[in-house]
């Protein structure tokens, strides 16, 4: 039987927070005892803010296991719009304005990778260039297929595109490049860099945080539906399998009939 991603389901964001600290934490100690780093890619949307409550509220518990170690976190931009890093569509700004700049003052601070705008009117350029600070990170001893992040952290559109991955779009083919441009994007801004499929697809672990009522639609369509595994958030489903996980919450999977699970 073929593997598949796990489905979590809770009944609110604050529960959803608390199990997704769970999860990165665990992803967290999984890097740390690999490589004594915790590489992370992530997305934009409301993710950021769901971050936020997830990594700068502790579970209460304490201890190790319940530590985030900032000074070990090397994060990447799973994609960015070529903007300016301050503009209102900047994935930068937003993790910044979400979860950057509410880390403690006293605490360490995360290693960050936002793209080079030197670039914006080179989106291509822009691409290879972020393509390097992957080989920098990833491939500075020995030369590697794909860079192997610990986490990828997603978001999901109501049309399924996840990244900067669209439905129908000609990138899903990419094969060759770890990140590719785009500059003819269906949801503005038009010009954008994104992580390709197959480096998605080969995280350590992937993760979707998917809420409301909004996603009801795609969600059905995704794992209930025969066009779901041709969707791009399916197609990480497909090529993750039990690596990928989608938190989500009770709205957003009301009527979905694929097997969930209340906990990790």
């Not at 530590?67 to 960015?80: C, S």
């Not at 439905?167 to 590719?180: K, S």
Request: net charge negative; hydrophobic share 40%; with cysteine.
């Amino acid at each position: 039987m073929t593997k598949q991603p796990n489905l979590y389901t809770f009944p609110d964001v604050s529960r959803l927070a608390a199990a997704l600290r769970q999860y990165i934490l665990s992803a967290q100690s999984d890097g740390l005892k690999r490589h004594d780093a915790f590489r992370v890619a992530v997305s934009g949307g409301s993710l950021p803010d769901t971050l936020s409550k997830a990594l700068l509220t502790p579970s209460g518990g304490g201890g190790e296991d319940d530590t985030v170690h900032w000074d070990k976190w090397e994060i990447f931009f799973a994609d960015e719009r070529a903007v300016p890093l301050d503009h209102d569509d900047s994935n930068y700004r937003l993790l910044k304005d979400d979860l950057l700049d509410k880390i403690p003052a006293d605490a360490p601070k995360p290693a960050v990778h936002p793209v080079d705008v030197k670039y914006l009117d080179d989106v291509q350029e822009m691409a290879d260039q972020y393509e390097q600070a992957l080989v920098r990170s990833f491939a500075a001893k020995d030369a590697v297929k794909l860079p192997v992040f610990d986490l990828i952290l997603l978001g999901c559109g109501p049309d399924g595109h996840t990244c900067s991955l669209f439905p129908g779009h000609p990138l899903l083919r990419e094969t060759d490049a770890w990140v590719a441009a785009i500059e003819d994007s269906p949801k503005p801004p038009p010009k954008r860099i994104t992580l390709t499929l197959p480096v998605v697809t080969h995280g350590h672990r992937v993760a979707f945080v998917a809420t409301g009522a909004g996603k009801q639609e795609v969600l059905r369509k995704i794992f209930d539906s025969e066009d779901g595994p041709g969707l791009p958030s399916g197609l990480v489903n497909e090529g993750g399998a039990e690596r990928v996980s989608w938190f989500t919450d009770q709205a957003a999977v009301d009527g979905v009939a694929f097997p969930k699970k209340s906990s990790l």
